[in-house]
């Protein structure tokens, strides 16, 4: 088969790989569907996370169940599912208090921008929809693959409730779908930041009920004068820079609570800010697995449609120009095809 590889900073190839195969008997292979390119695969592309040897690509999947190990039980081929970027046991003392994430077997799922995938743990880590998706549903069922699940989390980990208000810090997919679960959770007030207007348009679109294009300092006084000169509620930190994590403390409010998901790069908190700041902080990669039953269910439902976020298709085979669209910011998320 052929499958993506990233080399170096900004070398993306699509070239022949083996295609996957059981290894362990707890191991499923599947045909994907669908597929996509994900921001924190930028760190890499981007050279700000070093790529010492040919990486396959790729860690949000969603297709047909091809083949099983002898030891999976609870999916069988013919069977659309979808599983996390970490794969999980769902078993483990970490697993049962809902971080699948911290599995103590926890293994990540790497090369899923190729037709099939090799995912270890299916029995633990895959999650069958109820049937054989219509084709409408399927941008929006892979993304609970990562971000719709990673946004849910933001939320979540901001104890995001009825009523409350909501800043969101970041405008990638996780931060857009991170405004759609924090109204799903019933808060009232979404004040997404963002200073591009199609971004801005699908927040709105996603539940935002205000939008503030400053940032840094100038973001943080504007959230101020938009909640009584407090700060918010919740809010979610959904980019990983020391700006942004910053931004996200700051407009919280005493005692308020920040989500963050972006994958920290270099950021460093000061304790005596910290201190000061009397929020709390809760966040880390998502333990999507333990939100899917209950995002399939509203995907299949009809109640969301997060595959919104996926502003350009392509075919598989021209994933490159997928990473130079999200690269440049021409693209929200690509999704790619086999
Ligand atoms: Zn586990």
């Given amino acids: 088969m052929r499958a993506t590889v990233l080399y170096g900073p900004r070398d993306v190839r699509f070239e022949e790989r083996d295609a996957p195969a059981v290894i362990n008997p707890t191991d499923a292979v599947l045909r994907l569907s669908v597929t996509c390119v994900c921001g924190s695969d930028l760190w890499r592309y981007r050279g700000i996370q070093p790529v010492d040897k040919p990486t396959p690509m790729g860690h949000e999947y969603c297709g047909l169940v091809e083949e099983v190990g002898s030891a999976v039980t609870s999916v069988k081929p013919g069977q659309f599912v979808i599983g996390s970027f970490f794969a999980s046991d769902n078993t483990c003392a970490a697993c049962r208090i809902g971080y699948q994430s911290s599995c103590q077997q926890r293994e990540l799922v790497g090369g899923a921008q190729a037709p099939l995938l090799r995912v270890p743990l299916a029995d633990g880590t895959l999650v069958a929809t109820p049937g054989i998706p219509p084709d409408e549903l399927i941008p929006s069922l892979l993304t609970l693959s990562d971000v719709m699940g990673t946004g849910w989390f933001a939320a979540e980990a901001a104890s995001v409730k009825p009523g409350k208000t909501v800043v969101v810090v970041g405008d990638g997919a996780v ?115 333990r939100f899917l039953p209950e995002l399939i269910d509203l995907v299949w439902n009809r109640k969301i449609y997060p595959g919104k976020v996926f502003d350009l298709s392509l075919p598989l085979e021209q994933v490159a120009e997928g990473y130079r669209a999200m690269d440049e910011r021409r693209a929200i998320k690509v999704l790619l095809r086999p």
């Fill in 175 to 289: 931060g857009l779908l991170g405004v759609l679960a924090a109204r799903q959770m019933g808060s009232e007030r979404v004040i997404a930041m963002s200073r591009h207007k199609t971004r801005q348009n699908l927040a709105r679109e996603f539940g935002a009920t205000d939008i503030v294009s400053e940032r840094g300092e100038e973001g943080v006084g504007r959230i101020r004068e938009l909640t009584n000169g407090v700060g918010a509620d919740s809010v979610l930190e959904c980019v990983g820079t020391q700006e942004a994590m910053m931004q996200a403390i700051r407009s919280t409010r005493p005692g308020g609570h920040v989500g963050y998901v972006g994958v920290p790069h270099g950021v460093e908190l000061n304790g005596q800010e910290l201190f000061f700041a009397h929020v709390h902080l809760h966040g880390g990669p998502a333990p999507v697995r």
